[in-house]
């Protein structure tokens, strides 16, 4: 079973405020994705990690932030939320071993920007 | 560009019968398949994969097929279930990263 967890589930929150998505995983995986996907839409890759101090943008461009000083954290900021940025945030991680293709996802934190 | 395409947004199929989804790919060099199922507000979950030297991978009623001259893969389900409703995501797995379709939401009807 993944343990890999997400907060919030759901938030609202008002144009121009800065916003930081949880995600922490308590499998000790190096690889670390952020997600975002609208409805209908495929899921696009917006920033990953390697590691502890590795971050990296993905093929979607974001105006967010992510960071990775520990294994198990790997959090999403927007610095001033916009209506744009409406949509869904799904973190990975990924079973380690070039043959373990697996990736684990979170819940998902829903974002409505008003 | 999409690298990974689905191009049936829905499907409804009567319990019992089978279920296949398709799905296209665009480079042959893609070794590592996968198919993720997705129920409304949560992520993902794992169901089943398959590599570039394999056809076939069956695990209890998901079956993976791969067509590699085709650059094409499908999903059966058989016998589908009302549960089995949800979206189904088709990836693949190249240098590190997940690229996926844009999904096929499945209804089985009872």
């Known amino acids: 079973e993944a343990d890999i967890y997400q907060t919030p589930r759901y938030l609202v929150i008002g144009t121009g405020k800065k916003i930081t998505l949880e995600c922490s995983q308590t499998?000790?995986?190096?690889?670390m994705y952020w997600y975002q996907q609208d409805p209908g839409m495929e899921l696009h890759l917006i920033h990953y990690?390697?590691?502890?101090?590795?971050?990296e943008k993905g093929d979607l461009s974001s105006e967010s932030t992510v960071s990775r000083i520990r294994t198990e954290h790997f959090p999403l900021t927007l610095e001033s939320a916009r209506p744009s940025h409406t949509s869904q945030y799904l973190c990975?991680?990924?079973?380690?071993?070039?043959?373990?293709?697996?990736?684990?996802f979170g819940q998902g934190t829903r974002l409505t920007v008003v | 560009d999409q690298q990974v395409k689905q191009n049936s947004p829905s499907l409804s199929v009567q319990e019992g019968r089978i279920s296949i989804l398709n799905c296209d790919y665009t480079?042959?060099?893609?070794?590592?398949f996968l198919w993720y199922k997705k129920y409304p507000a949560e992520g993902p979950t794992f169901l089943i994969s398959?590599?570039?030297?394999?056809d076939k991978n069956e695990d209890g009623r998901f079956t993976v097929f791969l067509n590699k001259s085709a650059k094409h893969l499908s999903l059966h389900i058989v016998p589908s279930q009302p549960g089995d409703s949800a979206v189904y995501f088709c990836?693949?797995?190249?240098?590190?990263?997940?690229?996926f379709g844009s999904g096929t939401k499945l209804n089985v009807k009872p």
């Open positions: 990690s390697y590691g502890v101090n590795s971050t």
């Open positions: 499998m000790g995986h190096d690889k």
């Open positions: 990975a991680s990924k079973v380690p071993g070039l043959l373990n293709t697996e990736a684990f």
């Open positions: 398959i590599s570039s030297i394999k």
């Open positions: 990836a693949v797995y190249n240098f590190n990263k997940f690229y």
């Open positions: 480079n042959s060099m893609f070794d590592y």
